[in-house]
């Protein structure tokens, strides 16, 4: 019975020993569980702030976009008022190119009155039964108006329809298009 009382003792004591080995394992196995438990906090954490700013990034982006659609449309709306203002200086240009050719023609053509008798460059156009005038001078007016209005229609790059004028000095013509007659002014 003593043999078997030892052996009984070495179990309790194995016993014991596993049993406090085991409680070591156990605390140890707790502490590696709390910091495990601690680092799943932090990533928890780290996950939360990531995707805090991953949606701010998206906000952003989004922004980004609205912003920049709205700069195209813009972009756009400003190179349409480019074309149109450069449209409008070209128009521009060329009517001053054509009120430039029209001051040479005032220049050139002076247009006034005498008396009763409207005048171009000094030559009256037409007469009066209390007035003789030479018909030469009322030819020569009518030659110079008929190359004034020719001149004047070519400034403004405009063609007559019905009628062709024929500038000539005192014998200047228009020519009617219909019939193809002629009549001297």
């Given at each position: 019975l003593q043999e078997e009382t030892p052996n009984w003792q070495q179990q309790i004591d194995a016993l014991c020993y596993?049993?406090?080995?085991?409680?070591?394992?156990?605390?140890?196995?707790?502490?590696?569980?709390?910091?495990?438990?601690?680092?799943?906090?932090?990533?928890?954490?780290?996950?939360?702030?990531?995707?805090?700013?991953?949606?701010?990034?998206?906000?952003?982006?989004?922004?980004?976009?609205?912003?920049?659609?709205?700069?195209?449309?813009?972009r756009g709306d400003l190179r349409m008022e480019i074309g149109s203002l450069t449209c409008r200086l070209d128009y521009t240009f060329d009517c001053l190119e054509k009120v430039r050719r029209t001051h040479i023609l005032n220049d050139v053509f002076h247009i006034w009155y005498d008396s009763h008798f409207g005048t171009i460059n000094g030559y009256r156009l037409g007469r009066l039964p209390s007035q003789s005038i030479d018909n030469n001078e009322v030819n020569a007016a009518w030659g110079l108006t008929a190359m004034l209005i020719e001149l004047l229609a070519k400034t403004i790059d405009h063609e007559f329809n019905d009628i062709k004028i024929l500038p000539q000095g005192c014998q200047?013509?228009?020519?009617?298009?219909?019939?193809?007659?002629?009549?001297?002014?």
């Open positions: 596993e049993i406090e080995e085991l409680k070591s394992e156990e605390e140890q196995l707790e502490l590696e569980t709390n910091i495990k438990q601690a680092e799943h906090k932090m990533l928890r954490y780290k996950l939360d702030v990531l995707k805090e700013t991953q949606q701010k990034m998206k906000d952003l982006e989004h922004e980004y976009w609205i912003k920049y659609g709205k700069t195209c449309s813009k200047s013509k228009i020519i009617f298009c219909k019939d193809d007659t002629e009549c001297e002014l």
